[in-house]
């Protein structure tokens, strides 16, 4: 027996607002940790080590700015210094953030703030 027009279009609007709450809800998750990061991260708080051919590195960029996330950014192609401390560091890839001196690979707006929480 096949579904009737009426019971598939039930169904469809039901995953339809199903993905619409899902979706609402994971913006408002990543608003809630973008504004608890804002006011945990003093200036000098995050130092992001970056490249010019790294696509985290963009999105972390673009996060801090739409945030009004304070950071520092050093990119190991165009500063010596920075090549010179991220080769230190012995760090696989970029981004590195250094949280309250504490490296972190990667970008994670949880895990920043969970280091920020801490007094990191």
Known sequence: MRPSKSALAG???LVLGVSAASQWWAGRHQQSVAEEVAALAAPGDIHMISSQTC???ILARRWFTEHG???SECVIEQDAVCRADF????????PLLVVRGQPQLGFSPER???TLKLGG
């Open 87 to 94: 080769e230190a560091r012995r760090a696989p890839g970029t």
């Open 112 to 114: 920043l703030r969970d």
């Open 69 to 71: 996330v304070a950071y």
């Open 55 to 57: 696509g985290s590195c």
């Open 11 to 13: 169904l469809v609007a």
